[in-house]
């Protein structure tokens, strides 16, 4: 599964704290997406999660679990993606809560089945830049100069550019793809159309879709064009 990964094009989000009914769900799950990646900033629980998993196993696609709280984990999915914030300025948001994470249930932790994500955040305004305290003011040289600690220094197999909810910098994506030599690169924020998908797209290797399932899922949708 972590070599399949690296041949996504296209992956819908979806949030355990957010309502999607039985149809939209279907749609989503039989677009043509390559996979469906689970989690959220806020408000996801062992719970939500689980009943959000148990939901989109009735489909053939691969589902993974971005793991942002050690009590919301839930056994099942393909794959556990672990972000470290790198532009965080507070250290548990790059390695404490894993080694707590580790420290506790490290016995019963599936090695094969975790993939480190090297996480840049650069909306200010997110929740996930709130919460991880993220220093956002970076040039493109500084978010280049991440992705390359990433890269070269962690050798981290995903760097993931976290503009969350608003439409990043093309030009600073494509200039952290053009560095990249062995990390997959993912984006994510503000994806609302085909077009700004197809813009994404053709500076990242992997676009991931969410935040307009919930607002416009036509426009979701349509996005998938892109691996088609």
Same mark, same amino acid.
């Given at each position: 599964?972590?070599?399949?990964? %690296?041949?996504?094009?296209?992956?819908?989000?979806?949030?355990?704290?957010?309502?999607?009914?039985?149809?939209?769900l279907?749609?989503v799950?039989?677009?043509?997406?390559?996979?469906?990646?689970?989690g959220?900033?806020?408000?996801?629980?062992?719970?939500?999660?689980?009943?959000?998993?148990?939901r989109?196993?009735?489909?053939?696609?691969?589902?993974?679990?971005?793991?942002?709280?050690?009590?919301?984990?839930?056994?099942?999915?393909?794959l556990?993606?672990?972000?470290?914030?790198?532009?965080?300025?507070?250290p548990?948001?790059?390695?404490?809560?894993?080694?707590?994470?580790?420290?506790r249930? *490290?016995?019963?932790?599936?090695?094969?089945?975790?993939?480190?994500?090297?996480?840049?955040?650069?909306?200010?305004?997110?929740?996930?830049?709130?919460?991880?305290?993220?220093?956002?003011?970076?040039?493109?040289?500084?978010?280049?100069?991440?992705a390359?600690? &990433?890269?070269?220094?962690?050798?981290?197999?995903?760097?993931y550019?976290?503009?969350?909810?608003t439409? *990043?910098?093309?030009?600073?994506v494509?200039?952290?793809?053009?560095?990249?030599?062995?990390?997959?690169?993912i984006?994510?924020?503000g994806?609302?159309?085909?077009?700004? &998908?197809?813009q994404? &797209? &053709?500076?990242?290797?992997?676009i991931?879709?969410?935040?307009?399932?919930?607002e416009n899922?036509?426009?979701?949708?349509?996005?998938?064009?892109?691996? %088609?």
């Open positions: 599964m972590k070599e399949m990964m %690296k041949s996504w094009r296209h992956v819908f989000k979806l949030d355990p704290d957010r309502e999607l009914d039985d149809r939209s279907d749609a799950c039989m677009s043509g997406t390559d996979a469906i990646m689970v959220g900033s806020s408000g996801v629980t062992y719970e939500n999660t689980i009943d959000l998993l148990s989109v196993r009735h489909y053939e696609l691969p589902c993974v679990q971005e793991v942002s709280d050690m009590e919301s984990i839930v056994p099942g999915f393909d556990y993606l672990i972000p470290m914030v790198l532009n965080s300025s507070n548990a948001w790059i390695v404490g809560h894993q080694q707590q994470a580790i420290e249930f *490290g016995y019963l932790i599936p090695w094969e089945l975790l993939v480190t994500e090297g996480y840049i955040v650069l909306n200010a305004d997110s929740t996930v830049a709130q919460l991880t305290d993220a220093y956002t003011e970076l040039e493109p040289l500084g978010v280049v100069a991440y390359q600690v &990433a890269d070269k220094l962690m050798s981290l197999p995903i760097v550019l976290e503009y969350s909810g439409y *990043g910098d093309m030009e600073t494509r200039a952290v793809h053009e560095e990249l030599e062995d990390a997959q690169l984006y994510g924020g994806i609302k159309d085909l077009h700004t &998908a197809q994404a &797209a &053709a500076v990242s290797d992997t991931v879709v969410g935040n307009i399932i919930y899922l036509e426009q979701a949708l349509q996005t998938v064009q892109v691996v %088609k």
